[in-house]
């Protein structure tokens, strides 16, 4: 292990961009890859990649979009890279409990929040910007189904910037289970959690913070005070004008539960199912929604990144 608690470059591969902006304390954006793999119909999905590395540097930061690639981890992507993750209908999608096998197998497989914010983590990069949380799905009491994301956050150090956790789930489980594992919500100028497709979920959020630099203080007074390696979300709502329209939200989702129910939908498949249903019943309008919500968060993480940085000068 190196003396600032990373492990040596030769575990993992930062692009050279990557590498120098770490070296530097220049800010830096984790970016996932299973949104780009999984979460997006292709082809929108390269240019939505490419877009929210775009929209990292124009704010002055340095992407550093992380997948396994043939058994090796890398953090940054080169051009050819983010082509693969995109266009590549074979990758796996890889939590931090996959990791392991992926780089024993020579496996390549695109990160979830979980496997993103370890290896980002471990690069020494503090800021993470996605979408939505993986988080406690409905019907938890029988099927027992809560994201990995969740454990992970509570033990890693990283600041997330995402817009909340997506209807589908259980919401006020997921900001519950949040708390008993003591990950801080910091609401972006809101006292609401937002909804992923729309601006407020309907539960509260115990704190909020209004610019980037109060997000850069708070993440410093982490480090003060010590303890526990547990991240922070930045839950930060689409625009209101940009959401879906509340009432359609509500009707498709409903529809689309039934559906699921009605056809037997379980396990992995119930979030895959959900998403392309609402999509499609959406006319697409849902996507706009989700595509918003991403490029605000990016954009939200890069400015964090930012004065976190400044911070480190
Ligand atoms: N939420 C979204 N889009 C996504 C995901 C979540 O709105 O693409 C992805 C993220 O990568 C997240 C993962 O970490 O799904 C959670 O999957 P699971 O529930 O299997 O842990
Ligand atoms: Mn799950």
Same mark, same amino acid.
């Given at each position: 292990?190196?003396?600032?608690?990373?492990?040596?470059?030769?575990?993992?591969?930062?692009?050279?961009?990557?590498?120098?902006?770490?070296?530097?304390?220049?800010?830096?954006?984790?970016?996932?890859?299973?949104?780009?793999?999984?979460? &997006?119909?292709? $082809?929108?999905? *390269? +240019?939505?990649?490419?877009? %929210?590395?775009?929209? =990292?540097?124009?704010? /002055?930061?340095?992407?550093?979009?992380?997948?396994?690639?043939?058994?090796?981890?890398?953090?940054?992507?080169?051009?050819?890279?983010?082509?693969?993750?995109?266009?590549?209908?074979?990758?796996?999608?890889?939590?931090?409990?996959?990791?392991?096998?992926?780089?024993?197998?020579?496996?390549?497989?695109?990160?979830?929040?979980?496997?993103?914010?370890?290896?980002?983590?471990?690069?020494?990069?503090?800021?993470?910007?996605?979408?939505?949380?993986?988080?406690?799905?409905?019907?938890?009491?029988?099927?027992?189904?809560?994201?990995?994301?969740?454990?992970?956050?509570?033990?890693?150090?990283?600041?997330?910037?995402?817009?909340?956790?997506?209807?589908? &789930?259980?919401? $006020?489980?997921? *900001? +519950?289970?949040?708390?008993? %594992?003591?990950?801080? =919500?910091?609401?972006? /100028?809101?006292?609401?959690?937002?909804?992923?497709?729309?601006?407020?979920?309907?539960?509260?959020?115990?704190?909020?913070?209004?610019?980037?630099?109060?997000?850069?203080?708070?993440?410093?007074?982490?480090?003060?005070?010590?303890?526990?390696?547990?991240?922070?979300?930045?839950?930060?709502?689409?625009?209101?004008?940009?959401?879906?329209?509340?009432?359609?939200?509500?009707?498709?989702?409903?529809?689309?539960?039934?559906?699921?129910?009605?056809?037997?939908?379980?396990?992995?498949?119930?979030?895959?199912?959900?998403?392309?249903?609402?999509?499609?019943?959406?006319?697409?309008?849902?996507?706009?929604?989700?595509?918003?919500?991403?490029?605000?968060?990016?954009?939200?993480?890069?400015?964090?990144?930012?004065?976190?940085?400044?911070?480190?000068?």
């Amino acid at each position: 292990m190196n003396s600032d608690g990373s492990v040596p470059a030769a575990a993992f591969a930062l692009s050279p961009e990557v590498a120098d902006a770490v070296a530097r304390r220049a800010p830096v954006v984790a970016l996932e890859s299973t949104i780009i793999s999984h979460g &997006l119909p292709r $082809p929108r999905n *390269l +240019q939505v990649a490419r877009e %929210l590395e775009r929209i =990292v540097r124009d704010a /002055g930061a340095v992407p550093a979009t992380v997948a396994v690639l043939d058994g090796v981890p890398r953090i940054g992507l080169d051009k050819d890279q983010v082509e693969r993750v995109a266009e590549d209908p074979g990758l796996r999608k890889l939590g931090f409990r996959d990791l392991a096998p992926a780089v024993a197998s020579g496996a390549s497989g695109a990160t979830t929040v979980s496997g993103t914010a370890f290896l980002a983590a471990r690069a020494g990069i503090r800021v993470f910007g996605t979408g939505g949380l993986g988080g406690v799905h409905r019907g938890w009491t029988t099927v027992q189904d809560e994201s990995a994301d969740l454990g992970l956050l509570a033990r890693t150090r990283i600041t997330v910037v995402c817009a909340g956790v997506k209807s589908i &789930l259980d919401v $006020p489980a997921t *900001l +519950q289970r949040l708390e008993t %594992l003591g990950v801080g =919500v910091l609401g972006y /100028g809101t006292g609401r959690f937002p909804g992923f497709y729309l601006t407020d979920s309907g539960e509260p959020v115990d704190w909020t913070v209004g610019t980037p630099e109060e997000v850069a203080a708070a993440m410093a007074a982490q480090d003060a005070l010590g303890g526990p390696e547990s991240a922070l979300v930045v839950a930060n709502p689409v625009a209101p004008e940009r959401q879906l329209d509340p009432e359609l939200h509500d009707r498709v989702l409903a529809e689309a539960l039934s559906a699921a129910e009605r056809d037997g939908v379980a396990g992995q498949a119930v979030t895959p199912f959900l998403l392309a249903y609402l999509t499609e019943h959406t006319a697409g309008a849902s996507l706009e929604a989700n595509l918003a919500a991403v490029r605000g968060n990016v954009e939200l993480a890069a400015a964090v990144a930012v004065q976190w940085s400044r911070r480190a000068a």
